[in-house]
């Protein structure tokens, strides 16, 4: 019955948030309805809602289930998002993951099936 999910994270400057969407991970952007965002990638969607509340994106973030996760980890490094401390590494859960922070505080995981 389900069919997918669309994360909704918090934007803190809607210019800003284009922009590193666009450029840093290579998102599409699609539409800006008073600040609420709308973005693409590879078949999979992302929504922004605006907040002026800094500390609301450092408390959210989402996970993306990937296809070659090491060719799209190298991608990231070289924009120079990866998180302090999201190198892409095995987890004991079966998943080749890494992380990186948005420019509003968010947290995005980036994971591969390699059970």
């Known amino acids: ?21 666009t450029e ?6 699609h539409a800006d309805w008073d600040g609420y965002l709308i ?34 980890f190298e991608e990231y490094q070289k924009q120079g998002v990866i998180h302090p401390e999201g190198a892409l590494k095995d987890m004991e859960w079966e998943m080749r993951q890494f992380s990186i922070l948005d420019n509003n505080g968010n947290i995005i995981h980036f994971g591969q099936d390699i059970s």
């Open 1 to 21: 019955m389900l069919k997918t999910a669309v994360p909704i994270l918090a934007s803190l400057n809607t210019e800003e948030t284009v922009r590193f969407y």
């Open 24 to 29: 840093k991970l290579g998102f599409t952007f």
């Open 39 to 72: 973005f693409s990638k590879d078949g999979l969607d992302l929504h922004f809602w605006p907040t002026d509340d800094p500390a609301i994106p450092k408390a959210t973030g989402c996970y993306f289930n990937v296809t070659e996760v090491d060719a799209l």
